[in-house]
């Protein structure tokens, strides 16, 4: 995975105003919390075309409310949004 790609999520993640780190949590947390650790797994190339895949993976977590969760499933479009605007 680039940089470019990390950076996208990073940005992503900012907008929606979602602490972030990337595969671990390391930052002390509150009382009341959400947070979300992300994960990145490449798969082998069997394409022909040389183009990469793989599979990212965010997890939120809270100790509040898991409604807080099912309301940040609204705000999913972002990450399109952002790639179609040309923005990471």
Do not use: H, R
Not at 51 to 75: M, P, Q, R
Request: glycine share 6%; aromatic share 12%; charged share 25%.
């Amino acid at each position: 995975m680039t940089s470019e790609a990390l950076g996208y999520i990073n940005t992503c993640m900012n907008i929606l105003n979602i602490p972030y780190e990337y595969m671990q949590w390391t930052k002390e947390l509150n009382e009341s919390f959400v947070y979300a650790v992300g994960e990145y797994t490449e798969m082998d190339n069997t394409n022909e075309d040389g183009c990469e895949e793989g599979t990212f993976i965010i997890t939120i977590t809270t100790n509040d409310k898991y409604l807080v969760l099912e309301d940040l499933k609204k705000n999913k479009t972002v990450f399109s949004k952002i790639w179609k605007n040309g923005n990471t």
